[in-house]
């Protein structure tokens, strides 16, 4: 999901449609282009009525160009197909303002542009205020957009939907000058208004309100930052524009035919690791070189603060390297084989064979931690408040420090291979279970209860990452697959890797974004982006 590029593209035209968001109050989804010059540049696009579906071009519409601070800049009115062009000052903080007679004023969030753009944006109907609004607010409420709940309250709400037109838990806040009180999953789930907020659940969607600006700014869970000019009695939306995607897969050049188990990536190196101490590292994710790791063991996993690199594996070894030139073992302090490794946020957490689970704060010295179970564990994600650790015979568990660990239902699969934290939920992959009851991919907000994910391939899944807008979760017979919200999942073409003209079948073990592409890797030394 996403609400719009730089040059607010043709692709975000799509549809804001209610997919919005919403409410009494203000604008949203913001994009940003850098860049000045001094060349008219203009914004252009329709106004479509989304009161009902599907959206209709709205006629006589005055659309207004306002900058950051509610001052005109420009206006024009929609000709009868709805279609509308301002010009626009270059690199300058603006919102569009859409009014008509009869229709509830609607705001765009607020956005930049150092060249030509197009922007579709709405009008409602007092009734489709109000039932959007509803939707949003569990139908509480007024009988009229006139209602002191609506229109005479300094309140909105954001809602947003999946790529598989599946509503996802509304955001609200209601505001007022200098305070606010933001709700979550229908208010059950509340913020603090301190940036960096975090609700009881810890999900950190939301930024700060700003009396003076009148200006509300959050991160959304797609890792856009959003702002929203605040309009009492207003409507504000967020455009929708679901981005499906292709993969076009292309192979790396490993220079080793070690099986390859993990990859991590920090924003300047990526790093993988495999069997007999293998380790390989790329500055491209295309160009790869190997580095002694001074260990023979086969390394299972590897993971960064950003700064400190850490590779796990067998027989408890461990390595770390700051520079991914020299790396230095380490005392782990337990015999058993480590096969996954994260950074939280605070600190490493490693997991591995009959329940183990270590912790360090840099890397260096490693304390064991009472885990509560004798099963394997396969992978461990972290949020800074919640870890998450995973393993075999669909062993989930939770720990807020990483010391005391609890038991979750799972409802997945057999084996439970990796887990991912996307800045919003959690994501398990995994095997389908032996009677084919679980599902191979589950998704928490919390960490604490659990939902089974069906796929589009029912292959178990070894690894999975955040790109920042999507899933990708890789696994047998050389398969991929993407989501942007861990529902709705769209299977990509296997490989082809042949071997002396032979085709053979790659097992892909791990995944990581870098660079703007998935680096998995896998069997026979296998290395793919795409």
Not at 231 to 239: D, H, P, V
Not at 387 to 414: E, F, K, M, Y
């Amino acid at each position: 999901m996403s609400y719009c590029s730089a040059s607010l593209e043709a692709g975000t035209r799509a549809a804001v449609l209610k997919t919005l968001a919403i409410v009494l109050l203000l604008g949203v989804a913001g994009c940003s282009g850098g860049g000045s010059g001094s060349v008219p540049i203009t914004v252009s696009g329709r106004v479509f009525d989304v009161s009902g579906a599907p959206p209709v071009g709205v006629a006589g519409a005055t659309v207004t160009l306002r900058d950051s601070s509610g001052a005109s800049l420009s206006s024009a009115v929609s000709a009868s197909d709805g279609s509308y062009s301002l010009p626009v000052p270059p690199s300058t903080r603006t919102y569009i303002a859409t009014s008509k007679s009869g229709y509830v004023n609607c705001n765009s969030s607020i956005f930049t542009l150092s060249s030509n753009g197009t922007l579709d944006v709405i009008l409602l109907t007092p009734a489709g205020a109000k039932e959007t609004a509803d939707a949003i607010n569990g139908g509480v409420g007024g009988s009229s957009w006139n209602d002191a709940f609506y229109s005479q309250s300094s309140w909105f709400g954001i809602d947003f939907l999946t790529t598989s037109g599946n509503d996802a838990p509304g955001l609200r806040i209601v505001a007022a000058p200098g305070d606010a009180t933001v709700a979550y999953n229908n208010g059950a789930d509340l913020f603090s208004t301190t940036p960096p907020t975090k609700s009881s659940n810890n999900q950190p969607l939301v930024g700060g309100y700003s009396a003076s600006s009148g200006i509300y700014t959050f991160a959304t869970n797609f890792n856009q930052v959003v702002e929203l000019p605040l309009k009492k009695g207003e409507f504000s939306f967020a455009l929708y524009a679901p981005q499906a995607r292709t993969l076009v897969w292309s192979a790396a050049t490993s220079g080793t035919t070690n099986t390859l188990f993990g990859v991590t990536s920090s924003a300047s190196a990526a790093v993988a690791v495999g069997s007999l101490g293998t380790i390989l590292t790329s500055s491209d994710g295309i160009s790869w070189m190997s580095t002694p790791s001074g260990v023979n063991a086969h390394l299972n996993g590897v993971a960064t603060s950003g700064t400190q690199f850490v590779a796990v594996g067998d027989s408890g070894t461990i390595v770390t390297s700051s520079d991914l030139i020299t790396w230095t073992p380490r005392t782990s302090g337990t015999p058993n084989r480590l096969r996954g490794v994260a950074w939280t946020g605070s600190q490493f957490v490693s997991v591995g064979d009959a329940g183990t689970i270590l912790t360090s704060a840099d890397g260096a010295s490693w304390t064991v931690q009472t885990s509560g179970t004798a099963s394997d564990l396969y992978g461990v994600a972290g949020n800074g408040t919640q870890n998450i650790a995973v393993g075999a015979g669909g062993t989930i568990l939770s720990s807020p420090s990483g010391a005391a660990w609890t038991p979750r239902t799972s409802h997945g699969g057999d084996i439970l291979h990796s887990v991912t934290w996307s800045g919003v939920q959690f994501l398990i992959a995994g095997d389908n279970s032996p009677n084919g009851y679980g599902k191979p991919v589950q998704t928490s907000f919390d960490g604490i209860g659990w939902t089974g994910q069906s796929t589009a391939s029912a292959n178990p899944m070894n690894g999975s990452a955040w790109s920042g807008a999507q899933f990708m979760i890789v696994g047998s017979s050389s398969l991929s697959q993407t989501s942007s919200d861990g529902i709705s999942w769209m299977q990509n073409d296997p490989l082809d890797i042949s071997v002396d003209g032979f085709s053979v079948g790659i097992t892909l073990y791990g995944v990581s974004w870098f660079k703007k592409q998935f680096i998995a890797v896998g069997t026979l030394g296998a290395i793919v982006a795409f």
